[in-house]
């Protein structure tokens, strides 16, 4: 769940990205550049980061804000969830990460699961989309939605990719220390539940 500060500051930051991607009045886009500085050192005040960090980081985004789309891919083997370790910071996550342009978010899934895991995939149900802003993650500059695919393992074997030093299958008692940024103790709850309960709807807020 974002903290205040947070929330306004990309609020403020995407007001500034959609102004200056659709006005045409000088003045206008003027203020628009005040906002977008703004929000920026907002950011860099309560983030403890550098102005210029949070400037580059904006300084890539054109156009209309939207959030970004974060695939995560939960395969099964005998009661256990496939999971690997990222070498940014030593702890687990489900495979997956940005949907990339031209490729479909079951496409996605079997490029990130097979890039971090070795294992060929084919996917089988979505589970859940989720709206980063309403779980615990912790804070980040950008808004995502998670998008849970269910997959099934059809050949490959296991082995690390440019990301991850390790992977491997854990049990729902026994997860090791999780990436907050990537998933939470809640989802990999939740996709244990739909394990369990074939049936269970899909989840999203």
């Known amino acids: 769940m974002q903290t205040k500060w947070l929330e306004r500051a990309q609020r403020i930051q995407a007001i500034a990205q959609s102004g200056l991607a659709f006005s045409k009045d000088v003045y206008d886009r003027e203020r628009y550049e005040e906002l977008m500085k703004l929000s920026s050192e907002m950011m860099a005040d309560y983030s403890k980061k550098d102005i210029e960090v949070i400037t580059d980081l904006w300084k890539g985004e054109k156009g209309y804000p939207t959030p970004k789309a974060d695939v995560r891919g939960a395969v099964f083997q005998e009661n256990c969830i496939l999971l690997v370790r990222e070498k940014h910071d030593e702890l687990w996550s489900l495979p997956g990460g940005f949907c990339e342009i031209g490729l479909s978010p079951a496409e996605n899934v079997i490029k990130e699961i097979k890039e971090e895991s070795g294992y060929d995939t084919v996917p089988?149900?979505?589970?859940?989309?989720?709206?980063?802003?309403?779980?615990?993650?912790?804070?980040?500059?950008?808004?995502?939605?998670?998008?849970?695919?269910?997959?099934?393992?059809?050949?490959?074997?296991?082995?690390?990719?440019?990301?991850?030093?390790?992977?491997?299958?854990?049990?729902?008692?026994?997860?090791?220390?999780?990436s907050p940024k990537r998933n939470t103790q809640s989802q990999l709850s939740m996709l244990f539940d739909f394990q369990r309960h074939p049936d269970k709807k899909i989840v999203f807020d």
Not at 127 to 154: G, M, N, R, W
């Open 124 to 178: 089988s149900r979505l589970l859940a989309v989720l709206d980063s802003h309403k779980h615990p993650h912790p804070p980040q500059p950008y808004h995502y939605y998670k998008i849970f695919i269910e997959c099934s393992i059809t050949g490959g074997q296991q082995k690390t990719g440019i990301e991850t030093n390790h992977a491997a299958f854990f049990p729902e008692d026994r997860l090791p220390p999780l």
